[in-house]
């Protein structure tokens, strides 16, 4: 149940600012200095578009600290 919460928190996230939850993680995966390359697997066309326009997003440091801080409860909760 908890982890629901979290991932209702990711998708309530990216709509906000006008995303899907797929376009949220890919954005911020491609956003991490560390990352030269991220395999996609879309199953249709549309989830291809979809991708693909994630990777033109930017986000903002205030978006970037919103999904980390999201990302930290996950943590919290497989550790106790």
Known sequence: EQVENIIKKYKALAEENGLTLP??????VYS??????????PSNVEQL????????????????????????????FVIR
């Open 23 to 28: 376009q949220m993680a890919l954005a911020f």
């Open 32 to 41: 991490q200095d560390f990352v030269t390359s991220n395999i996609i697997g």
């Open 49 to 76: 578009v979809e991708n693909v326009e994630a990777m033109d997003l930017k986000f903002s440091t205030e978006m970037l600290n919103k999904i980390n801080e999201t990302g930290r409860q996950i943590v919290i």
